[in-house]
C-alpha cells in the first residue's frame, strides 16, 4: 500500500478566498433567504424540513436546552449532548419553549446506557432526529448501530459520524444515515491532531466528500469554522450543514459557570474528549486513554443573539458577492482561489 493517500495538497478554509462573479440582478442582503427547504432531499427521512442549516454542536458546553431553545427561534438546528435532562426537555418542549423541528438527541455507538435513554425520548415521538456521534466514524460498530435505530425507527432523520471520506459516507449512509457529519480533528476544542497525527483539512474533506454524483447522503461539516467567513467557505465548498462548536462558546445560552480572570470575563469551553468532560460525566479519564480535547477558559459574550447575528449578516453579504439570493444556491455559484495569506492586516499607528 502507497503512504500516501494523495500527493496532492489538501486545503483548509484559511488557504482560500472566495471570488466576487457577476450578477445581472441587483441583490440587497435583505433578499438572500438563509432557510433552506430539505424536500424530499433525505434518503429516508420523509418528512420537511425547512432551517437555517447551521447546528450547534453536541458539547456538553454548548449543546444546552438554553441554546435550543434560542437556536429554535431562528429556525437554526441543536444537537443536544448526551447527558441532558430528558425530563427537562419534555417538560420544555410540552410548554412550548423548545420547538422540537429543530432538535437533535445525541447518544454514542458504544454504550448502552446510552441507546436506552435516546430509546426512552425516541418512544415519545416528541422529538424525531437522532445524532449518532462517536470521533471514529471508522470503526464498524457506529454502522451496526445506524443499522439499528434505522430499522427501529424507520420514520426519524439520522444524523452519523465522523468520517472524511466519500466511500465512507456512503457507507454509513447505506446502513442509514440521512446526513452524514465530516470532519476530524479540526474543532477548536479538539487535540486528536496533535495526540495521534490524524486528521484532514477541512475545506478539501468537504470537497472530496462531495466530488460526484456518487455521494449518497447530505454532509455536515463538522470543525474548523472560527470566523463567518469559514461558514461561508463550507457551504460554498458543499456542505449541506455546517455544525458549530467554539464558535458559540461563552454565552450565556451555554449554561456554563462565568469566571473572572485577570479582570476579564470568562467562561468555560472543553473537547468530550477532554479530562474535563472525563471528570464530569464519566467518573474520570480512564488509564488507556489520553485526553484529546482542549480545556480553555474563553471571554463571556453574553447571548448568543449577538453571535448569530453576525454569522447570518456574514451569509447574506456572501450571497451578494456571488450574485445568490438563496443558501441553497451557494455552492453553484462559488469559486474559489488559493491563497497565501488570508486576511489583510488593520493599520496600526
Do not use: W
Not at 416528541?126 to 435505530?149: E, P, R
Not at 451555554?254 to 479582570?263: H, K, L, R, S
Amino acid at each position: 500500500m502507497n503512504k500516501f493517500y494523495s500527493e496532492e495538497t489538501k486545503l483548509d478554509f484559511k488557504d482560500v478566498l472566495i471570488v466576487p462573479r457577476d450578477s445581472n440582478i441587483i441583490i440587497s442582503r435583505f433578499e438572500v433567504n438563509l432557510v433552506k427547504d430539505f424536500v424530499r432531499d433525505f434518503r429516508y427521512y420523509k418528512r420537511e424540513l425547512k432551517c437555517i442549516p447551521i447546528i450547534a454542536s453536541n458539547m456538553s458546553s454548548i449543546g444546552t436546552l438554553s441554546m435550543a431553545k434560542e437556536l429554535s427561534k431562528y429556525k437554526c438546528l441543536t444537537v443536544l449532548h448526551e447527558y441532558i435532562d430528558y425530563e427537562k426537555l419534555n417538560e420544555m418542549i410540552e410548554q412550548n419553549e423548545i420547538d422540537p423541528t429543530y432538535v437533535f438527541v445525541s447518544c454514542g455507538a458504544i454504550n448502552q446506557k446510552e441507546i436506552y435513554n435516546i430509546e426512552k425520548i425516541l418512544d415519545t415521538k416528541k422529538i424525531d432526529k437522532l445524532c449518532i456521534d462517536i470521533a471514529n466514524g471508522y470503526l464498524d460498530i457506529i454502522i451496526s448501530t445506524i443499522k439499528y435505530f434505522r430499522k427501529k425507527y424507520p420514520y426519524i432523520l439520522i444524523m452519523a459520524g465522523n468520517v472524511v471520506h466519500q466511500e465512507r459516507c456512503n457507507k454509513l449512509s447505506d446502513a442509514g444515515a440521512d446526513i452524514v457529519k465530516i470532519g476530524i480533528g479540526g474543532g477548536s476544542c479538539c487535540l486528536t491532531r496533535e495526540k495521534t497525527g490524524v486528521g484532514y483539512p477541512q475545506l478539501s474533506c468537504i470537497l472530496d466528500c462531495n466530488k460526484d454524483s456518487t455521494c449518497r447522503s447530505l454532509l455536515a461539516s463538522d470543525g474548523g469554522c472560527s470566523t463567518p467567513s469559514d461558514i461561508c467557505k463550507a457551504f460554498g465548498a458543499g456542505a449541506h450543514f455546517v455544525m458549530l462548536g467554539g464558535m458559540l462558546g461563552g454565552h450565556d445560552e451555554c449554561e456554563g459557570e462565568i469566571v473572572e480572570i485577570d479582570g476579564k470575563k470568562k467562561m468555560l469551553l472543553y473537547g468530550m474528549s477532554s479530562e474535563t468532560a472525563q471528570n464530569l460525566h464519566n467518573g474520570g479519564m480512564e488509564k488507556y486513554r489520553t485526553s484529546e480535547g482542549r480545556t480553555l477558559h474563553i471571554n463571556y459574550k453574553g447571548s448568543v443573539k449577538n453571535t448569530l447575528d453576525d454569522i447570518l449578516g456574514g451569509l447574506r453579504s456572501y450571497g451578494t458577492y456571488i450574485g445568490s439570493d438563496n443558501i441553497a444556491k451557494f455552492n453553484s455559484f462559488t469559486q474559489f482561489v488559493k491563497v497565501n495569506r488570508q486576511l489583510n492586516n488593520p493599520f496600526n499607528n
